[in-house]
């Protein structure tokens, strides 16, 4: 038996390495790691030799169908606990993940978005799921005949309790969530499949395959207000600014167009403001900067894959980064400056940039085809994302939910002086 | 065994990552049978889904020389403690990964290697400690940062024991990957430090 001949390839290099840094106090105490020593230790042996290194472990279990009516736990959590850190940590596996069947894996349909009252809606094939994140539930909205399916699109109301769906048969579809009845079907606006939508206050704008995009008054029975003409190809993009005067829109030609509202008045009440036309791909990906108004960044599809970012009042393009792959979504957070896109091919990761710098701060892994569809939670810390590999992640990659509940009441207790004069 | 080119001395990079994936698979098995982790009913259930997703996993990184060692953990059931560690180290190629060349050793030589690791394996019985207390185990790999973590895999904690007993067994080389074997078990007696 070789036992005690020394062979390099052989040896247990972090056994070794954790021997020879943190041994000594083994011995005074040979109870099990604390999680600090634990996490310390770790840390320590990546900074010294593993930083080329990813430990994972297999899930030996036969893979249990996570299912979107879930069960107690989440999967990602077999990580010791991690102790304090001082700066913000960005977890790098998704928090929790759920499964999608029959999501449509389609570039240019936006089949997920989270509502103010802060439900996620989800279209897998012909049916729409709401998803309630305060206490995990699932219910089925709505599922549509398979002649006028699949759904295309989903977009809650600004109120968080009203939502449109957009169908393959152009047709789009308002739904109350709460009494899970539908108010009425807009019809005649599009002449092929409506695959973007979205709303501002009362007006909700829908963007179809056939080029064309419209402002639906929901209130009125004669609900075509403006159209919109420029796009050529489908519009898979669509985002209306935080103060309701401008329109962005992406298409499958390349082009990206802003419109004004304020232009209405004018001898051609529905030209564009800017036609922008720098992409060399598919415009999907489409977002307003929260903190610097009339900025908004753009996404180019898999022959493009760079971020572009607009000065919309001007239409100069400000900064193009090349980000190496397929852009199909933009978020940008809300808490800090920073902004979030997520991939298809190869790696079909989601990638935090520090803006403005664009610096990479953190790429998120685990889907295993392109991230098509991202949205944000209302609370701002945590983002869903879905892919064609059938499931739906959650990171909290913009924050821990905890630390946005423990912002400083306002309102103080009544009577709480008169407690005090006792 | 695995499948071979015609010529049976070639050996290119699939047909060695198929050979040694293929020898996690057997190893894998005997290491779990012959320490007795698991009772008959959950291992018909851990053959069935975990090995084979386990094995082509690791092909795939084997194929693009991303694999640097896949570790057999042996815990506790109860207290999860590391009991019994089989660390499998391999080292690539580079040049075949990169040029795509191809190498020469014959499949009777390899074979003779990796039929001597699994008389090791199967001896081993002979020195390690009794696991006489419900076990179950983890698999981990080790591979380059650059590789996407796939849906079945998450990040993990070396899990390694304190102030083991190693024994290091044969190893075998396909002239493409070589793959060392290492077994480190908790020490049965402090007296013997």
């Not at chain 1, 736990?73 to 850190?85: D, L």
């Not at chain 1, 449109?164 to 807009?186: C, M, Y």
Request: net charge negative; hydrophobic share 35%.
């Amino acid at each position: 038996m070789d036992r005690f001949i020394p062979n390099r390839s052989a040896m247990d290099f972090d056994y070794a390495h954790y021997m020879l840094t943190d041994g000594r106090k083994i011995k005074e105490n040979q109870t099990v790691c604390s999680p600090a020593r634990e996490a310390y230790r770790k840390q320590l042996a990546e900074t010294l030799n593993m930083n080329r290194t990813r430990i994972l472990a297999f899930k030996n279990k036969p893979p249990a169908p996570v299912e979107l009516f879930p069960s107690e736990h989440s999967t990602a959590s077999a990580h010791p606990t991690k102790s304090a850190k001082p700066r913000r940590h960005i977890p790098q596996s998704s928090e929790r993940t759920l499964d999608a069947p029959d999501l449509v894996d389609d570039f240019y349909l936006n089949l997920l978005d989270w509502g103010s009252s802060n439900v996620l809606a989800i279209a897998l094939g012909n049916t729409v799921y709401l998803w309630d994140a305060s206490d995990s539930s699932t219910s089925e909205l709505v599922t549509v005949d398979d002649e006028n399916g699949p759904v295309t699109s989903v977009g809650w109301a600004p109120d968080g309790r009203h939502i449109a769906i957009g169908l393959n048969n152009s047709e789009v579809q308002l739904w109350d969530s709460a009494s899970n009845r539908q108010l009425r079907t807009l019809r005649g606006c599009h002449r092929s499949r409506v695959g973007s939508m979205a709303w501002n206050n009362h007006i909700l704008t829908t963007g179809g395959m056939d080029g064309q995009i419209v402002n639906n008054d929901v209130r009125i029975r004669s609900h075509v207000v403006e159209t919109y003409r420029g796009h050529q190809q489908e519009v898979c993009g669509l985002k209306w600014s935080a103060s309701g005067q401008q329109l962005a829109s992406g298409g499958n030609d390349n082009v990206v167009h802003i419109w004004d509202r304020s232009m209405a008045s004018s001898n051609s009440p529905t030209q564009w403001l800017h036609r922008l036309e720098e992409h060399t791909s598919a415009v999907k990906a489409l977002a307003w900067c929260p903190f610097q108004s009339n900025l908004l960044a753009t996404g180019g599809g898999g022959g493009d894959r760079t971020i572009k970012f607009w000065n919309t009042h001007t239409g100069a393009c400000l900064n193009s980064v090349d980000t190496g792959s397929q852009v199909c979504s933009l978020l940008w957070s809300k808490n800090e400056r920073e902004l979030l896109s997520s991939h298809g091919f190869t790696q079909n990761q989601l990638t935090l940039w520090k803006y403005p710098s664009m610096v990479k701060m953190a790429e998120l892994t685990g889907h295993t085809s392109r991230a098509l569809y991202m949205a944000q939670s209302p609370d701002g810390c945590t983002v869903a994302s879905a892919a064609g590999d059938e499931t739906l992640r959650f990171w909290n990659v913009f924050g821990v939910p905890e630390v946005a509940k423990t912002a400083p009441k306002v309102n103080r207790e009544p009577f709480s002086q008169l407690n005090r004069i006792r | 065994m695995a499948s071979r080119t015609v010529a049976k001395d070639i050996i290119t990079l699939r047909g060695s990552a198929a050979i040694v994936s293929e020898f996690f698979g057997y190893a894998a098995n005997s290491i779990l049978y012959n320490r007795g982790v698991y009772p008959e009913e959950s291992f018909a259930k851990v053959k069935k889904y975990g090995l084979p997703m386990l094995l082509t996993q690791d092909e795939e990184w084997l194929e693009a020389g991303k694999l640097q060692r896949v570790v057999m953990v042996i815990m506790s059931k109860a207290t999860k403690e590391v009991l019994e560690r089989w660390n499998f180290s391999i080292e690539t190629d580079s040049d075949v990964v990169e040029k795509g060349v191809s190498r020469e050793k014959s499949d009777r030589e390899i074979m003779r290697e990796i039929q001597a690791i699994m008389r090791q394996i199967a001896s081993s019985i002979t020195y390690l400690p009794c696991l006489d207390e419900p076990c179950v185990f983890d698999v981990l790999a080790y591979t380059d940062t650059d590789v996407p973590v796939p849906f079945t895999w998450i990040e993990s904690d070396p899990k390694l024991i304190a102030n083991p007993q190693m024994v290091k067994l044969h190893s075998f080389d396909t002239k493409i990957h070589k793959v060392d074997t290492l077994v480190s078990y908790k020490n049965d007696e402090w007296d013997e430090q």
